[in-house]
């Protein structure tokens, strides 16, 4: 029996719901597939207990965290109780970080029985390796004078090790699906960054010549995903632009609720951590209507993530039968609970046993 | 007689086509108005002229430039012929901060006969205002190292100054409109300018209390362009921000081939500069299958901007008649050339003197 620990971060709002959810999913797969088993360790870290103790996380939260084979995060954040740069760089930045997760993958994939707002969605699937370590988002900058003088400076700094790492890890994807990488820049505007950006994807492009290779200004390309999103293949973008990016091809799946995502950390030094594209969303959270679809296909990437790439496939195909069979939350039209959602996809997994 | 003297840049690429077919246009509505004249100067300035010259505009030609009532601009930009930061940067991005034209703005606007790839589109009318003079287009960074150890660093600079007037002409705007700004952030990753940019939003919103504020991370609006485009009236983003959105926003009306744009003086001391969303489109030019709507829609803009909004509006509803009556251009599924069009229009638009 191969035990494999996981440690699992609710988080706040929605991520409650849908976390506990999803883990009665990975046990179901777990008695699917012989000899394996996920030992689930619970962390209650977010906003709630920030307000009780004061930070995001215990002083050797991390410490511990980075003994786990891989995190399972819910969502991270409520403005209502904790101001936003204080729970996302207290919770889900500094793991990212810490765990030196420097890749976030997300897939955008068309869903039979997924109303996308496109007028013909047709059949597109693409992923985008966002850088996830540096760049727009280094903490670097700052604001000086007051008043009318005020002036503030945020420093965006690429490196050369982290921009090679990022375009290396989607060529060697795009080698694995449909050999087509497209770049996001935008070195017409940021003179200084997106040429260095664009020149380190060109060299490492050298190496994979059998990859073909396209280059995009951000505001084109984001242009693009809504006109043309089946021309797409593998999408490298710095961590601004493949956040922005990552919301538009959610948007075109149709719902956020069913984006996936994942933090990988490529040295295997650390785990690894996967989280959905979507946020804690107060505004529905208790509710019991959140759309479990995003959480799920973020196992199935953790799944695949852990070299059990039969149960992933399996996950997201009986995901998108159950969606199918129209047993969804009513974010994609329909009209079960979260629960309710995650019984029907836990049956007919059950059917495989 | 009112003479008005415009400058006129063609440019590059498909801007040597609608350009001048716009003028016959302006030319028209001169006729219909009584009184007044407009004095087309013409500067043939763009990447041909950069080849010959080594500059993309004569030594003397700001000083030239800034005696124009306004500038009339078709595209700028070949990158088979010479690098985008040059050709931008010596030309387009020169004008926009020598003439201190602080403001982009760019309407959005459900257009009837006009297939938008959005299943649903319904009658969005909004319009972005793009801060258009610093931000994350400073000329600010630099490159440190060779190798592997190479880092580029672009700063972002964000002053009060320009942040206020952005955003009190975005809500000035809002107040002859629906009432309501969205502001653009990225609060949560861009933990030192956008912090800055949300509390000058607030502060300045507080003038303006009949005003309905809402601020969005621009991942998640990005995504509402997609999925709710007609709940937005009037959106304030930063340089960069208002870029990717705009390019969004000519998506959603089917073409970036109609979307207009005009870059404003906003003290009087300089001409606005009137240029359309669209770039020079090399693969295209030379074909007469530009679409010359997003020329012909920026003319209106500047109509407007000179205080013929009559003048302005005559256009517009022309511009939705024609394309109504099926005369457009291939990219709007038509089979019309370029000069078609703008004949059309033209007729149409002779029938009322
Ligand atoms: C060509 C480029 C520098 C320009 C910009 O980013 O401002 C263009 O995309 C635009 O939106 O006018
Ligand atoms: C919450 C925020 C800091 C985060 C990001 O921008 O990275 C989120 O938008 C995401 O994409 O995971």
Redesign the interface.
């Known amino acids: 029996m191969v035990i494999h620990n996981i440690a699992v971060i609710p988080g706040d709002g929605v991520g409650q719901e849908v976390v506990p959810e999803s883990l009665k999913v990975l046990e179901t797969l777990a008695e699917i597939h012989d000899g394996i088993k996920f030992e689930f360790t619970d962390f209650p870290w977010g906003c709630e207990y920030y307000l009780e103790n004061g930070s995001m996380m215990p002083e050797h939260g991390m410490d511990n965290l980075k003994n786990f084979e891989q995190i399972f995060l819910g969502a991270v ?1 409520d403005p209502r109780l904790v101001p ?2 204080i729970s ?2 207290g919770l889900l ?1 500094k793991i990212r970080r810490e765990c030196e997760q420097v890749i976030n993958l997300r897939p955008a994939k068309y869903i039979e029985g997924v ?6 969605p047709k059949d597109f699937d693409f992923v985008i390796v966002r850088e996830n370590s540096e760049g ?2 280094s ?1 670097v ?3 000086i004078h007051q ?15 982290a921009v090679e790492r990022t375009v290396r890890y989607a060529f060697k994807l795009a080698d694995s699906r449909n050999k087509k990488v497209t770049s996001a820049t ?12 664009d020149k380190v994807f060109h060299e490492i492009g050298q190496e994979y010549t059998e990859i073909n290779t396209e280059t995009n200004h ?3 390309l ?3 995903l ?2 043309k999103p089946a021309s797409f293949d593998v999408i490298v973008g710095s ?2 632009f493949g ?2 990016l ?3 091809g ?3 799946m149709g719902s ?1 609720g069913i984006a996936p995502a994942a933090n990988i950390n490529i040295n295997g030094k650390y785990p690894s951590m996967f989280e959905p594209v979507h946020g804690s969303a107060p505004d529905i959270a208790g509710k019991e209507i959140a759309n479990p679809i995003g959480q799920l296909w973020t196992a199935k990437m953790m799944l695949d993530h852990m070299g059990y790439d039969e149960l992933g496939k399996l996950l997201l195909d009986t995901i998108e039968e159950t969606i199918g069979a129209g047993v969804k939350t009513r974010d994609l039209g329909g009209t079960s609970s979260t629960r309710e959602v995650v019984d029907e996809i836990v049956k007919r997994l059950k059917r495989r046993v």
């Open positions: 954040g936003d740069h996302l760089w930045i109303k996308s707002p496109l007028a013909n727009e988002y903490e900058g700052g604001t008043g009318a003088d005020e002036i503030a400076v945020q420093n965006a700094v690429f490196t050369r090790k935008k070195s017409n505007g940021l003179i200084y960054s997106m040429p260095f950006w951000i505001d084109a984001s242009s693009f809504v006109t961590n601004l956040d922005i990552t919301d538009i959610a948007a075109i956020i």
